[in-house]
């Protein structure tokens, strides 16, 4: 396993290595199942005349093999290693199928302005199961987890739906003025995992004759918190807020901790 990248610096790096071949059969699994048992989660994120852009969440708790990457391999300890964090709780998963020939283009965006959770340690871990040529893989603007917030909009009509217009800042030009807004990406092979911060900029290219299925998997860390929105948030946690306030840390069954640092002990005659 070899990193690429700086993630405190960057908010995005590309682990190499990350899983081995059984571990991608299992992620591979893990996505054919949901694709036959969509949630009522799943939407398309295409238009109708531009092939099959389909991703569903939170099946973790109804998919064997979904459950079983995301507990039985290292990405929690990774996210724990890149993020600093004692622990790590999953916050969703995410699975995302681009069918060979679909061109439309996921635009530029941050995921944190449309979550439910506030906080600086969290990961966002984007596993392709299929090779990604560079021209067709994920790219991230290095450095813009820094801060600002931008503001969220609806992909396919651009309409904000979730903050107020004027509320928050609107996206700049990234491509005016590439020293400032330097882009990053990867080439994938199967086992390769694309690691960002959810306020990371990013966007994805259309395919070409390849599919792209991709296993997206968020882990929240120390610092993370409940945020509760006023409008439905993606994806939604319909009732969260009558259960857990504003500010507390996401101690729920729907957020299981993965991950747990090991505590040294003290007494060195005990390890004798």
């Known amino acids: 396993m070899r990193v690429e ?6 908010g995005a790096v590309c682990v190499r290595g990350a899983f081995s071949a059984d571990e991608m059969d299992l992620a591979r699994a893990a996505i054919d199942a ?4 969509l949630s009522p989660l799943a939407q398309r994120a ?24 995301i507990r039985s391999t290292s990405a929690a300890a990774i996210a724990a290693e890149l993020m600093g964090s004692d622990f790590v709780r999953l916050y969703h998963d995410h699975v995302l199928v681009r069918e060979p020939g679909t061109s439309q283009r996921t635009p530029w965006h941050q995921d944190l302005p449309y979550y439910n959770v506030e906080g600086h ?22 450095g813009s987890h820094l801060g600002p917030w931008y503001m969220p909009r609806s992909f396919l009509d651009e309409q904000a739906k979730w ?11 990234l491509s005016a003025d590439p020293e400032t807004y330097p882009v990053v990406g990867w080439a ?20 070409g004759e390849r599919a792209r299925r991709v296993l997206s998997i968020r882990f929240l860390g120390d610092d993370m918190v409940h945020a ?17 306030p504003a500010g507390a840390p996401l101690d729920h069954p729907l957020f299981p901790v993965l991950w747990t640092r090991p505590q040294r002990d003290s007494d060195p005659q005990s390890r004798c």
């Open 121 to 142: 340690q969290n990961v966002s871990m984007w596993i392709p199961v299929d090779a990604v040529e560079r021209d067709s893989t994920l790219e991230l603007i290095a």
């Open 163 to 173: 903050f107020e217009e004027g509320s928050l800042a609107e996206l700049p030009d």
């Open 188 to 207: 994938l092979e199967p086992g390769d995992a694309v690691c960002f911060h959810m306020l990371t900029l990013h966007a994805a290219r259309g395919t």
């Open 46 to 69: 295409s238009r109708d005349d531009d092939g099959a852009f389909v991703e569903d969440f939170r099946s973790w708790q109804r998919i064997p093999e979904l459950e079983g990457f």
């Open 228 to 244: 509760p929105r006023s409008w439905t948030t993606s994806p939604p946690f319909p009732g969260l807020e009558d259960e857990l």
């Open 5 to 10: 990248g700086d993630y405190e610096r960057d």
């Open 34 to 37: 949901n694709m036959a048992s």
